[in-house]
Structure formats: structure tokens, C-alpha cells
T-cell receptor
């Protein structure tokens, strides 16, 4: 399967703690993106990291990419109850246009 | 700018029927992709259209088809519905340029299809 793998599948933390989600993939990528989904609704784009980048920040989000290990991680710092959602990594493959290959997702629960 | 819109939001059909779902991308976006989301298989790519041409196709049977109009609006059609077609169908648009890098995609709220 071309799908990415994410771990953990589920993560439960307290407000204020940090949450780390990991993603691994199998093929060469053009870029890797992270999305958030609330309760079976549409996905919201969080951050995009290109294959020649190693780290990227956006507010409380930090994404790393290690192309030699074909892996990425998403760190959410100082989590809030509103961060409760499913998080997906999505790989944009080389020469595949707009096609994204999604991981299975991590379900994050942040308890107040 | 208005976001990606999808109609209808909910749909109930019976086995053997066909269904057409519609997607209006963000103004100026020429790439439209469709995804199927189920609890068992997760998010799976169906197809992508760019300037009325299908650029990519996922591993779905021929019962799944789509098209894109000159105004970039897109439709997908599923014929001879099966119970397993019950899913959330998501449409996404992007400002992807021809041959360019895959930019972030903007997703619509989805159409929840239930096949009875």
C-alpha cells in the first residue's frame, strides 16, 4: 500500500501538554502536508513542508521531515481542548500533480 | 474568497442506483481532487482534474467517474451503487499550476453518502 502510517493511532493528553504525532511513508515525495479533521467534517490544511526542508513552524505547530528515514512528525505545543481532532499526514508524490496519499490518522483528545 | 462547496451534503440511495455529487472550487483554483473516506480504508484518492482533464486516477472501479467543467466546477458520478460505497466523499481544490508543485489543498465539507 502507498498509504502512510501514523502513530499513535490515538493520543489522550491534558490541556497544556505537548502532543507529538509521527508519520512514515514508503516512496519519494515532493512535499508532506498535515491536515486536521473535526468529527467527520472537511479537512483543514495545517502546514506543508517540502522535501528539501527539515523543519517548519506555524504558531504552536512544529513539523519535522527526515527524507532519509521517510518520516515526519507533528508537534503541537501547549495543547488546548479545541485541538481535539483527527490529524492526518498526506504525501504529495513526485510527478503526481495534486494527488495526495493520506496516512490513517491520529485521533487526538485533549482533556480540560 | 468563498470556500469549497459541495452539494448535496447528505444523500441516501439504494443499491443499484446512481448518484452525482457536485463540487465548486475556490475561485481561481483549477485543480479539483476527490477523495473517499471510510472508517475501514481511511482517505483514498479517487481522481484529480485540472483544466477539464483528468490528471490522476486512484484504484477505484469504473463505476466511479468524474468530470470538470470550463468554470472548474467538478462532478463525480457513481453508478450501480453498492453498500460499500457508503462513505464521506470529499472534494479539494488547489491552485496547482500545470506541472507545478503540489500546493496545499482546500477541502469542502464533504457529501455523506449512505447506500441502503
Amino acid at each position: 500500500s502507498q498509504q502512510g502510517e501514523e502513530d499513535p493511532q490515538a493520543l489522550s493528553i491534558q490541556e497544556g501538554e505537548n502532543a507529538t504525532m509521527n508519520c512514515s511513508y514508503k516512496t519519494s515525495i515532493n512535499n508532506l502536508q498535515w491536515y486536521r479533521q473535526n468529527s467527520g467534517r472537511g479537512l483543514v490544511h495545517l502546514i506543508l513542508i517540502r522535501s528539501n526542508e527539515r523543519e517548519k513552524h506555524s504558531g504552536r505547530l512544529r513539523v519535522t521531515l527526515d527524507t532519509s528515514k521517510k518520516s515526519s512528525s507533528l508537534l503541537i505545543t501547549a495543547s488546548r481542548a479545541a485541538d481535539t481532532a483527527s490529524y492526518f499526514c498526506a504525501m504529495a508524490l513526485e510527478n503526481q500533480g495534486g494527488k495526495l496519499i493520506f496516512g490513517q490518522g491520529t485521533e487526538l483528545s485533549v482533556k480540560p | 474568497k468563498a470556500g469549497v462547496t459541495q452539494t448535496p451534503r447528505y444523500l441516501i440511495k439504494t443499491r443499484g442506483q446512481q448518484v452525482t455529487l457536485s463540487c465548486s472550487p475556490i475561485s481561481g483554483h483549477r485543480s479539483v481532487s476527490w477523495y473517499q473516506q471510510t472508517p475501514g480504508q481511511g482517505l483514498q484518492f479517487l481522481f484529480e482534474y485540472f483544466s477539464e482533464t483528468q490528471r490522476n486516477k486512484g484504484n477505484f472501479p469504473g463505476r466511479f467517474s468524474g468530470r470538470q467543467f470550463s468554470n472548474s466546477r467538478s462532478e463525480m458520478n457513481v453508478s450501480t451503487l453498492e453498500l460499500g460505497d457508503s462513505a464521506l466523499y470529499l472534494c479539494a481544490s488547489s491552485s496547482l499550476r500545470t506541472g507545478g508543485l503540489s500546493n496545499e489543498q482546500f477541502f469542502g465539507p464533504g457529501t455523506r453518502l449512505t447506500v441502503l
